[in-house]
């Protein structure tokens, strides 16, 4: 029982950051798989958003070394920052890409429309055509 109360007070007694929930192996851990993560969605897209993001991802390791008032208000203006401009060129980014589906999709109608118009052409050829070849003209 003596064990117990010890352990229990141990613990009770022993200081744990009220800002990194994770401990420094899992955090790291977290933050290599979401930078991987937001470089493939880069390299694939290539948005800047998605850097900005990783960053303010991989900025929360600070909190791992340094738990001061100063560097926990740092970190978090860091942090509004990283993300609104994230919410910037993701908006930028969206525009753009909306401007490119609308450009496809003209495209596409206009080609679907050229395909008609052939189409409906050689139709009316081949009708003539037969026309002609029926035609006691001689």
Not at 48 to 70: E, G, K, N, P
Not at 75 to 103: H, N, S, T
């Amino acid at each position: 029982m003596d064990f117990m109360i010890n352990t229990l007070a141990e613990q009770a007694t022993t200081v744990k950051s009220v800002y990194t929930p994770l401990s420094l192996g899992p955090h790291l851990v977290f933050c290599f798989i979401a930078t991987l993560v937001y470089l493939a969605l880069y390299y694939r897209r290539g948005s800047l958003h998605y850097l900005l993001i990783m960053f303010a991802v991989d900025a929360t390791i600070i909190t791992q070394y340094w738990t001061t008032t100063a560097a926990i208000v740092g970190l978090g203006v860091a942090e509004i920052l990283l993300l609104g401009a994230a919410v910037y060129f993701y908006i930028i980014f969206a525009k753009k890409e909306r401007a490119k589906a609308k450009q496809k999709e003209a495209a596409r109608k206009e080609a679907e429309e050229k395909a008609k118009a052939a189409k409906s052409a050689e139709k009316d050829r081949e009708d003539r055509m037969v026309d002609n070849a029926f035609d006691d003209n001689e």
